[in-house]
């Protein structure tokens, strides 16, 4: 059975910083896409960033370009999204997901529906 746990979210000021984590279990991790995504409340779901777990390729949307990093451990199961220069329009439900395919191909498009294991999310909410 499939794990997916994120951790990590909570109240900041504009300008602080976050660092979500994410937990798989269950789950050939290896060369996997392993993605983070975001949905606000009345907004669709989008794609933040997301990273090969093989070789560590990072992609991630333009509006976090410079501000979020995406990592991995492989020894722990984990990826992070650090998260830098918060603004308020960066809060939401954040999301960790992971990809059946051992294929990288998909990976750079951060696209919620080559997804097929998900967490809860974890709440980051941002205040002015």
């Known amino acids: 059975q499939v794990q997916v746990v994120e951790s990590g979210g909570g109240s900041v000021q504009a300008g602080g910083s976050l660092r979500l984590s994410c937990a798989v279990s269950g789950y050939i991790y290896s060369s996997r896409c392993m993605g983070w995504f975001r949905q606000a409340p009345g907004k669709e779901r989008e794609g933040v960033a997301a990273i090969y777990t093989g070789g560590g390729s990072t992609y991630y949307a333009d509006s976090v370009k410079g501000r979020f990093t995406i990592s991995r451990d492989n020894a722990k199961n984990t990826v992070y999204l650090q998260m830098n220069s918060l603004k308020p329009e960066d809060t939401a439900m954040y999301y960790c997901?992971?990809?059946?395919?051992?294929?990288?191909?998909?990976?750079?498009?951060?696209?919620?529906?080559?997804?097929?294991?998900w967490g809860q999310g974890t709440q980051v909410t941002v205040s002015s």
């Open positions: 997901a992971a990809q059946v395919t051992t294929s990288p191909v998909l990976c750079p498009r951060i696209k919620d529906y080559d997804y097929r294991y």
